[in-house]
């Protein structure tokens, strides 16, 4: 079983730090492996700055402003589609806003990998089937499942929720 995770950058407002695509790898495969997904599964993740973002959350959510991360599920009740080359099943794209993370791990006063690595667990969870909009225990749930993903990266949360995540 082998996970795939396609990574594109496609911003030239913040120079990707060496080590941040195999940690965005560690994170999709620590997520994969503490809700013990057991088949093959390939995930998108694209960087953009906060003006596509900000496109993309206007077109998808109806919300023309900046985010931090939109998560893309191409799964529905755990019906996923498949590579019909290698039977992967394929999760969805996750997009972050580098220019945003940036901003929030300045805000937070943590690094930029710690935000990058909140961000595409907190989006894992979402192509997972997780969601947290409605509140409640829900949302609890998630965040307890993002904090332990996280402790096995061994990036445990700080404080780290944007305002359009409470």
Known sequence: MSH?????????????????????????????????????????????????????NAQYRNKPQPTDVLSF?????????????????????????LERAVEQAKLYGHSLQ???AFLTVHS??????????GGGLEAVRMREKEEAALIQLGLPRTVSYSADQV
Do not use: W
Request: glycine fraction near 6%.
């Open 4 to 56: 795939k995770v396609y990574i594109t950058n496609k911003q030239n407002v913040v120079k990707v730090p060496s080590g941040l695509r195999i940690l965005i790898r560690r994170s999709c495969h620590a997520v994969l492996e503490f809700e013990k997904f057991e088949e093959s599964a390939e995930i998108s993740v694209t960087f953009v700055d906060n003006e596509q973002i900000a496109e993309l």
């Open 73 to 97: 599920p191409l799964g529905e009740n755990n019906v996923y589609d498949r590579n019909p080359e290698t039977g992967a099943v394929l999760l969805g794209d996750i997009v972050i806003s």
């Open 114 to 116: 710690r935000e990058v």
């Open 124 to 133: 894992m969870f979402h192509l997972l089937g997780y969601d947290h909009e």
